[in-house]
Nanobody
Framework: QVQLVESGGGLVQAGGSLRLSCAAS????????MGWFRQAPGKEREFVAA????????YYADSVKGRSTISKDNAKNTLYLQMNELKPEETAVYYC?????????????????WGQGTQVTVSS
């Protein structure tokens, strides 16, 4: 079992920045592929970014590429998502998730563990 707890969400103006954190406990954090997903009201959960177990491979959704940075500190058992130049349409609940292996890192259905989510609201 892996327990995940997100933090860092909040209200920010359009163009602003936020840094989300995801603290992990339980099994060895460094063994897991990690992802960030988001879900807006009435919409499906969508992929934001993913990082491999040792941080050597990183992937971003086209919508956030160039504005967001995912990172993983295995010593601190923490995953991060730095988001810059935020847009109102990025208002959503942001979730971190963990899985073993890289297959379909963009597909929320293959992730085994999820946090409870943190709300990000971007005002225009």
């Amino acid at each position: 079992q892996v327990q995940l707890v997100e933090s860092g969400g909040g209200l920010v103006q359009a163009g602003g920045s936020l840094r989300l954190s995801c603290a992990a406990s339980g099994r060895t954090f460094s063994n897991y592929y990690m992802g960030w997903f988001r879900q807006a009201p009435g919409k499906e959960r969508e992929f934001v970014a993913a990082i491999s177990a040792i941080g050597s491979n990183i992937y971003y959704a086209d919508s956030v590429k160039g504005r967001s940075t995912i990172s993983k500190d295995n010593a601190k058992n923490t995953l991060y998502l730095q988001m810059n130049e935020l847009k109102p349409e990025e208002t959503a609940v942001y979730y971190c998730a963990a899985k073993t292996g890289p297959i379909r890192y963009y597909d929320s259905r293959v992730y085994d563990y999820w946090g409870q989510g943190t709300q990000v609201t971007v005002s225009s």
